[in-house]
């Protein structure tokens, strides 16, 4: 990418339209730094034989920032909306087997590789629509293989799209079938077996990063 005045924009630098620039513009270093935005009226003279490009009056607003998703995940759940839209309770539709808990198998069952290939395609949608950050929760896996592949796949999301991704394990997000009745052993196996064992994981994939990167 060569230096370039993006110009002929209606910019919202903060993401108030009340704040909106009409015929802005914004000079873009060849390695994609934001080196000065305004008015195209007010375009520093150093700009003035940089290559120009004009996006015809497009909105041009900082990224989204999409702070609370489940993005990976196997299976699907669209009976239960369309019984939510009838006006059936959750806690009915989790007595009738339904909840997070209906598509767990789905998530356990699903390979690394599938389960990377339709989080894709929910990715790529959020960015098609400007989404640039995206907080993924694990929490639908409900055992520490399956909430240890799902963080996994996010991370990879990250690393193979030009999105930020932070990962949330959610390992308390519902009650899988094996600790029915045993609420306290669960929360037990949640804190005592797979934080500390995803913790260390994480520190250590760090670790590893650093080290590539030195």
Known sequence: MKPTVWRNLSLCPHGDLGETIADAAIAVQDDGTIDWLGAMTHL??????????????????????????????????????????????????????????????????????????????????????????????????????????????????GERYPVKVYTTFLGAHALPAEFSGRTDAYIAEVCDRMLPALVDEEALRVRRNSRSES
């Open 44 to 157: 520093p003279g150093q700009y003035a034989d940089w290559y120009r490009e004009d996006i015809q009056g497009a909105w041009v607003t900082p990224g989204l920032i999409d702070c609370q998703t489940h993005l990976v995940y196997s299976g699907q759940r669209a009976d239960e909306f369309a019984g939510r839209l009838e006006g059936v309770g959750y806690e009915e539709i989790a007595w009738r087997g339904g909840g997070i808990v209906s598509t767990m198998r789905a998530k356990r069952e699903a390979n690394e590789d599938a389960l990377f290939a339709q989080s894709a395609a929910r990715l790529e949608a959020l960015l098609a629509e400007g989404v640039t950050a995206v907080e993924i929760k694990s929490g639908c896996g409900l055992e520490l293989e399956s909430e240890r592949k799902m963080l996994r796949v996010a991370r990879q999301l």
